[in-house]
């Protein structure tokens, strides 16, 4: 799963331009996880500032549980600089 994953993103990274940004749509769950990770990593390997990844999670009205995830899943890497929240309030969320 990985390997694939990662072998996507390459190609993926081979044709977007080394000083855009990147964006991940992040819960903090595994699926989310693993793409950014990866990514992450390809980065690195490639020479790339990471600093132009970011993840993105929304947030709604302070009290969103995969914000909650999402913060401690970057914490304990020490990544939180990639977390970007996405505040909203509840009445901008039709479900």
Known sequence: ???TLANELNK???VVPSREPIGVLFSGGID???VLLTLYHLMLK???APQRLKAFTLDVAGAGEDARQAQQFLDELDLGYLLERIEVPASAVNV
């Open 46 to 48: 490639r020479g790339e």
């Open 32 to 34: 989310s996880g693993a």
């Open 1 to 3: 799963y990985i390997g």
């Open 12 to 14: 993926w990274l081979d």
